[in-house]
């Protein structure tokens, strides 16, 4: 029977893996750090996901290109399929979690659904998880969730970023009353995030909020922009994420909804969003914490550095790109993080937990920022042990169809913390006494 | 020549409808059991406890009841995910309505309340048949999930829609949240999977199983007969649900802690256990086991494989995983279109010839 051949081979791949894996050498004397990256370069989410990685992925391969990697301890990038499948993510995690000498040293999820996994494993297991600008907002109260960090901004600083950005182009907080905004999310826990925070900002401005809810994947959105063709929103904000972005995109030039009227969050903000529409995407909007493009030195280093000597993750074209700066300056925070952690333990052999220490020790500043090559490419960032989320600045970049290319259109828009603090606060405290959690004392 | 009854006499009738007429297989089935029972928790770890046997376990306990409706009674369902996703919210307004209540009784009602469930999206069974049903219970799986989104109810009016199981003991250990022992975890699941195997084994071999088959083969002619279609196909309806939604809830408070019902309780979820059930064996309880066992665990091994032991890209792995998987399926099914627990059965028999076949 042919099964024979399967279960032989089968049995030899069994066999093989374990004795492969261990074989792998690592240079003798040097610590190693290891640093998962859950990906997905597969799935339905895969054009999203892909720049992210290569972005990540490329700072860690220029380190230890440059420098050796951190401080001396050399770096093991551990990657790790997810296709954004929560049980796939489980399976990496505690596939990674305790590899190499100092075990996963951070966790960035890249879900919100692996990160709602992962936020009670890692207090149990020690491990930091860097859900930056996604995840659950509420923790950035670091008093209640002492491993998670989510800076630079939450959903709610996006949102209430959004509407401070509406108010100011219709003259003034003001002039929000009686307009009508309607939010198009995706039906998810990611894409509900924001409404509790539009709603509060709802009462206190005076507008309308709609909730436009777009099942996964998002293709079918017909009836949302005919609704919208009906209600004439003033505003349209979008939540989306994937596939829903481009759909949304088109669909709204499709009914001339003005462009300039309508903002994506910052997952709804790359290229490949915008394209597909062509022309008719000129003038979208969408928030963001950093800026576009690759005129930046640290570009340039990492093409001279690792596209010339084709250790490049991608295509050497598309570094840049609005998701892979998002992978980039994730890295150079994990990696400030891990500085800091060494700097705070005295000896670079550090671990997740030290990595935490680093990270609520963490301060960004616009110096250092200009001295890794990256000027005035996003926001300082302050951390401590009770604020994990900072600044919650926002940047709003539009899209120009002719140049191809994002173009940041505002800059330093404040999020309302009158509001949003005590939502934070509120929603903390509800998660304390859920599962049973003191609070930590933060002096 | 090891395995042969020659010799072995059946001396009441009890002994002679033993599920396992072979002393060897009873000796291997027992050892099994006393492995899974008595080994494996003193060394099972987070790994493996989470990655792979949580996840065997509960599929195996979805593709059973899966198995009861579709290889059994011949009613097709798609439903499966959103018969999940009522186990899991079932257990979770369970969990945080009654905190005191014991996990036991949490996912007996949960798998109770699915049963419900799937009783009254098994009533068009009666009129339609095949494909239109299949068409029906999908129907099923999409309103389900839609309902769990919608009404703030069922998630207690979270700001995200997530539902996370909150901590709760078991003899004094924690069996859900997240300072559960990987071990606890898995003798939970086990147990439950174990004592649930037996009865349906024991269902489908008595008259109610009976009448499943009788349905199945041949509904006008087991009408004739004098077996009641209404009560049959319900029943088969009900515990399959039940069955579905007891996996439900173990996946949703045991497994994975904190559930978002598009995500995971979607249409995949359902292909993927019917796939199970199809590829295991149709009608067949250890088909099942198998079927879950080749769907969870030839995916991380694969991937395991080639990612570890071969050092491809992740990317590249998860491509050829994928591929690898669709080809296997496609040569399982025409080698042996009854699935798994058919090579098994056809193994055993050349075995108990050997060494002389004919």
Not at chain 1, 34 to 61: C, E
Not at chain 1, 229 to 235: F, N, T, V, Y
Not at chain 1, 262 to 279: I, L, R
Not at chain 2, 79 to 95: C, D, E, H, I, P
Request: proline share 5%; with cysteine; glycine share 10%.
């Amino acid at each position: 029977m042919k099964l024979t051949y399967l279960t032989a081979g089968l049995a030899a791949l069994a066999v093989a893996a374990p004795v492969a894996a261990t074989s792998v050498a690592t240079p003798a004397g040097a610590y190693e750090l290891t640093i998962p990256s859950l990906v997905y370069r597969t799935g339905p989410y895969a054009p999203g996901g892909i720049p992210f990685a290569n972005g990540y992925a490329d700072y860690f391969t220029l380190l230890q290109e440059r420098d050796g990697g951190i401080n001396g301890a050399t770096i093991n990038l551990v990657e790790c399929e997810t296709a954004y499948n929560t049980q796939q993510g489980v399976e990496c995690y505690e596939n990674t979690k305790g590899q190499g000498e100092s075990g996963a040293l951070v966790y960035q999820p890249l879900s919100t659904g692996i990160t709602y996994q992962l936020i009670p494993k890692a207090s149990v297991d020690e491990i930091p998880l860097f859900t930056m600008g996604y995840g659950r907002t509420s923790a950035a109260d670091g008093k209640v969730f002492p491993w998670v960090f989510n800076f630079p901004s939450t959903y709610w600083d996006a949102a209430s970023g959004m509407v401070n950005y509406a108010a100011a182009i219709e003259g003034g907080a003001e002039n929000l009353s009686g307009k009508t905004i309607a939010l198009v999310y995706h039906n998810s826990a990611y894409g509900k995030e924001p409404i509790r925070t539009l709603e509060k900002l709802a009462e206190k401005h005076g507008y309308t909020l709609e909730l436009l809810p777009v099942d996964h994947p998002g293709q079918e959105q017909k009836a949302t922009w005919l609704q919208i063709r009906r209600m004439q929103p003033d505003w349209v904000f979008m939540w989306g994420w994937g596939v829903m972005n481009q759909v949304a995109v088109k669909e709204a030039s499709s009914i001339r909804f003005p462009m300039d009227r309508f903002v994506g969050n910052w997952w709804a903000g790359s290229e490949h969003d915008v394209q597909p529409a062509g022309e008719g995407a000129n003038g979208y909007l969408s928030a963001t914490f950093h800026a576009p493009g690759a005129d930046f030195p640290l570009h340039q280093e990492i093409l001279k550095t690792v596209y010339d000597a084709n250790k490049g993750a991608g295509e050497r074209e598309r570094v840049g790109e609005v998701l892979y700066n998002r992978g980039l300056i994730a890295a150079v925070w994990t990696v400030e993080a891990i500085r800091k952690a060494m700097e705070i333990k005295g000896s670079n052999e550090i671990t997740g937990k030290d990595v935490r220490e680093g990270l609520e020790a963490l301060n960004v500043t616009e110096e250092r920022l200009a001295e890794l090559g990256l000027p005035n490419f996003t926001y300082p960032v302050e951390l401590s042990c009770a604020v994990h989320s900072d600044p919650g600045t926002v940047l709003i970049q539009q899209w120009d169809a002719a140049a191809g290319n994002w173009k940041v259109v505002a800059t330093g828009i404040e999020p309302d913390r009158e509001v949003i603090t005590p939502l934070i606060e509120a929603d903390a405290m509800a998660y304390a006494t859920e599962n049973n959690i003191t609070p930590r004392d933060c002096n | 020549m090891l395995y042969r009854e020659a010799g072995q006499f059946k001396t009441s009738y009890t002994a002679d409808q033993g599920i396992f007429p072979i002393a060897q297989d009873r000796w291997v089935v027992w050892a099994f059991v006393a492995f899974a029972f008595l080994v494996v928790p003193f060394v099972v770890n987070d790994y493996w406890a989470n990655a792979i046997l949580l996840p065997l376990l509960i599929y195996g306990m979805a593709a059973l009841g899966l198995n009861i409706l579709v290889g059994y009674c011949g009613q097709i369902s798609l439903g499966t995910g959103g018969f999940m996703a009522v186990g899991a919210y079932a257990s979770y307004k369970l969990m945080t309505a009654f905190p005191e209540m014991n996990m036991i009784f949490v996912v007996l009602l949960s798998g109770g309340i699915t049963a419900a469930v799937g009783s009254m999206f098994g009533l068009p069974s009666l009129r339609i048949k095949g494909f239109y049903l299949a068409v029906a219970t999908l129907a099923a799986q999409f309103f389900l999930v839609w309902l769990f989104n919608k009404v703030g109810w069922f998630y207690n009016y979270s700001a995200t829609g997530q539902i996370t199981a909150p901590e709760r003991m078991m003899f004094g250990y924690a069996l859900t949240g997240p300072a559960a022992e990987p071990w606890v975890k898995y003798l939970f699941c086990l147990t439950f999977l174990a004592v649930f195997a037996l009865i349906a084994k024991n269902l489908v071999r008595g008259r109610i199983g009976r009448n499943w088959m009788a349905i199945r083969d041949m509904d006008i002619a087991a009408e004739l007969i004098g077996v009641r279609p209404l009560m049959t196909k319900l029943s088969a309806f009900a515990v399959s649900s039940f069955y579905v939604g007891m996996a439900g809830s173990l996946l949703f408070s045991v497994y994975l802690g904190a559930v978002e019902v598009g995500e995971v309780f979607g249409i995949n979820v359902s292909f993927l256990v019917l796939f199970m059930v199809i590829i295991g064996g149709l009608g067949s309880i250890v088909g099942s086991f198998m079927g879950a066992a080749f769907l969870v665990l030839l995916p991380i091994l694969l991937k395991n494989g080639m990612v570890d032991g071969l050092g491809m890209m992740p990317v590249t792995a998860k491509h050829v995983e994928i591929l690898l998987m669709g080809l296997l399926i496609i040569f399982f099914l025409i080698v042996e279109p009854h699935g798994l627990a058919r090579l098994w059965q056809i193994a055993k028999e050349k075995l108990r010839m050997w060494p002389f076949p004919y």
